[in-house]
Nanobody, 122 residues
Framework: QEQLVESGGGSVQAGGSLRLSCTASGFHIASYCMGWFRQVPGKERERVSS????????VYVDSVKGRFTISRDNAKNTVYLQMDSLKPDDTAMYSC???????????????WGQGTQVTVSP
């Protein structure tokens, strides 16, 4: 059974850092684009970042550019999101997902994790 499990969330003060991890089981992430999404109650889910299966193309939402870094370790079947200079607006539930569009990362987000909460206080 395909599964994604996130870890690394928590509570930090503004300016702090967190590193999220997402480990897959039941499938190999090497064949998938991997992405991080976040959602705040009452708002639409937002794609924060994604990295294609080759690792050569990364995308970030404008609000996190220069602060967040996505990376993947296919041998460990894990994708990471390093979050630095955190702001209160980054507070959300962060989830990882795997897309079958391994190169373009556009749509077909077929596997999702349960999420890990990130809370940033002023």
């Amino acid at each position: 059974q395909e599964q994604l499990v996130e870890s690394g969330g928590g509570s930090v003060q503004a300016g702090g850092s967190l590193r999220l991890s997402c480990t897959a089981s039941g499938f190999h992430i090497a064949s998938y684009c991997m992405g991080w999404f976040r959602q705040v109650p009452g708002k639409e889910r937002e794609r924060v970042s994604s990295v294609n299966s080759y690792g050569g193309s990364t995308v970030y939402v404008d609000s996190v550019k220069g602060r967040f870094t996505i990376s993947r370790d296919n041998a460990k079947n894990t994708v990471y999101l390093q979050m630095d200079s955190l702001k209160p607006d980054d507070t959300a539930m962060y989830s990882c997902a795997a897309s079958g569009r391994s190169y373009s990362c556009e749509g077909d987000w077929r596997y999702w994790g349960q999420g890990t909460q990130v809370t940033v206080s002023p």
